[in-house]
Every structure is written in structure tokens, then in C-alpha cells.
């Protein structure tokens, strides 16, 4: 039997050589483990003296992890001594075991840190469910005090820090929350959101060097006041949204010069379409994807003419080394659009004189037209109909101008990007 709870001492306290296992028992429902401390003493916890006077002893049932399926409880002898140290005011003390007990605690220390995991991932009420289901049982709040109890990890002390507000109710009370930006984890919030709080806060945490911020006043100020050293950034977002609004309001101005942005002046030819005859560019101006070619074109030949090799211009341009080759090699956009796209024939270059033609007549319903040329034999799609339409759309005037916002978001987008929006 000695040897059975020495076994026992080893699997379930890992030879703790505090701890000495005096019996086990097993009623089917819990199986309880008699434990005593080996020490002939313990330490005050009040001034910390050493004491072996014993003032008598009783027994706790801490309850602890489960196994196979039982609850554990232990059957916990401790022993009241008295402090050796007569101005301490503590005149007894209860022993404890240190990382098994602590005062009043009706846990084990390890059930104590496996319930406030199971609480940090599931909180109060699912928690002490799936407890439940493990053999312990414990209501959701003490689940929830456990977490509580926890220590705050602390946080490293952010290099780059993000300030920005939140709503503690919406248009009415506002705080500040505080982000570490490398690790894009919130590291405190203030309860308001005024310059000295967030002064304060920042002369606390001399490591930062950089602070990014929108541009409220209150942060701009407490910036400058607790961290004087550190760089501080405008978001970017901000900024983008201002020149976008800028740009867009600059636009709106000029609203009127966009109303007739692709006509010929002093043509008359409002209602004749300046449709794709044989030999001519299918690609009429005004085109969006004619235009990008013809600019792309434009911008190749220009970096190449700087004495740039392809391969360098494919790699700024962020295209591929194929794109550019043929860009290069074309002489003039219009070769670029002839090859590829005139020479295929399609099912619809039959009625192409006829589309042109009512057209010219007045009708400019790709709907109307499609149906019409069907009954005259023709098997494609609504889809080409209405693509070879936009061709005339896009050449005439009265075709629909493009917004401010389109034409703001010409002006901001960076020539690269248009191929990747393409793409
Ligand atoms: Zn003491």
C-alpha cells in the first residue's frame, strides 16, 4: 500500500517534496486523496518568520483536476501554527502549499488556472458548461471571477503608437483607445480624449518614436506635449480622404467642361456615328480601354526613349516583360488594336451596316436593334450588340459624361495601378 500511494505522490504531485499522499479512496463518484504537508513548519505569511509551534490542525477539501473521469477531491490535513514573532498581528496562521493551496481557495491552484483558461476561451456560460462535461463543477460567475483573478499580461511597450477615438456612446461620450501599431493590438484606452490625458499616458512610455494620429486637435497637442521626440504621422486614410474630397469638389467646379468631352467641334455629325469603317481604328477616342493603350503606349516609349532597358520598365510599370515587348514593338497604339481585334471576324460583322445605319436613323436601342437583326438571321448574343453600340455611344456627343467622382478618381490613381485594376 506504501508503495501504491508513492506511486500516486509521483503521477499526480510530481514528487512535490512538500507533498506526502497518505491514502486514496474511491467512492464511484469522487475519488478523494488524502494529503498532508511534509514540513515540520511554515513561514508567517504576516512578517515572514519561521514557526513550528503547532496550534492544532483540520481538514480542507480543495477540489482539483479530474481523472478518468472523476472528480478529484483532496482531503487536505493543514496544520494552525503560531507566530514565533509576538509583535507580528498575526498571533496564528494556517499553513499552505505553495502552488497547491491558497487561503480560502476551494480549488487547487492548477484547477484554478484550467477553469480561467476554459473561461478566457469560452467566458461564463459556456465555460462552466464544458466544465460540466469534464466532471467540475462551477456556476459561471465563479468561472468569470477565476478570469478575473488572472494577472494582466503586460504589454511590451509599443515603438509605434496609433491614437485614435471611440465611441462610448455615439455623438455623445468619447475616449480614447491606444494602438500598438507594429503588433496592431490595442494597448490601453483613456477615458477621454483630451490633450494632458493623452499627454500623461505617452510620458509614461518613453519608447516610442513614432506616433500616427488623425488630425484632431487634442490628440496633435497631447502628442506634442508627452512625446516631444517622437515623429508623428497623419494617417493615411485621412489624408486620402481629404485630397479625394478636395479633388472631387475641384471637379464639381468644373462640372461644365465635362458635358461634351468627346466631341468634334464644328462637326455636324451628331447623329452620324463615327463608327469603324474598313481600315480605321475600331478604337475610336473616348474609348476607356483605347485611351489606357494609347497611354500605356505613350509612357513605354517614353521610358524606353530615357534609355531605360524593357526589363526596367516592366519592372517599374509592375508589367509583365510580354506587355511591354509588345507595347514597345508596336509603333503606334492603332497597330496594337489591329492586329488583335480587327482581323477576327465575328457573327455580327454582317449586320454591322445595318446597325450603322439605323443608328444614323435615330435608333439607338441595343436592345430594339438586337432583336431587329435577328429576324434578319443573326445568332449572336445581346452582349456584342450592345459593345459595338458603345462604340457610337462613346464617339458622339450626348453620350453620358463621367461623374466628378470618376474623373477624381482619374486624377488620384496612379498610372501603375490601372493595370492591376485591369487585371
Ligand atoms: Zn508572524
New binding site residues.
Partial sequence: MKEVLLRLEGLLFLSDPEVAVMSAEDDGEVFWIGVTRKSAGAE?P??G?WSNRCHGSYLRFPADVPSAGRRVVLRLQVRRFT?A?TS?G?KT?VEQVPGLTRRHAQRTDRLRSALAEVGLALAGRAGARLADVFGISVSRSTVLRLVDAMPDPQPPSPRVVGIDEYAMRKGRVYGTVLVDVETRRPVDLLPDREATTVAAWLAECPGIEVVCRDRAPFFAEGASAGAPTAVQVADRFHLWRNLGEAAERCVSRHRSCLRTPFAVPGSESVTTPQAPEAGASPWPKGHRFADRTREMHAIVHGMLGEGRSRRAVARELRMTYRTVQRLADAATPEDLFQGQWQSRRTKLDDFKPYLRERWAEGCTNAWTLWKEIQTHGYAGGYGAVRAYLRLFRDAVPGGRPPSPRTVASWILTHLTSFRRRRG
Avoid: H, Q, S, V
Fill in positions: 508567517c504576516g512578517c518568520r507566530c514573532d507580528c498575526r496562521f
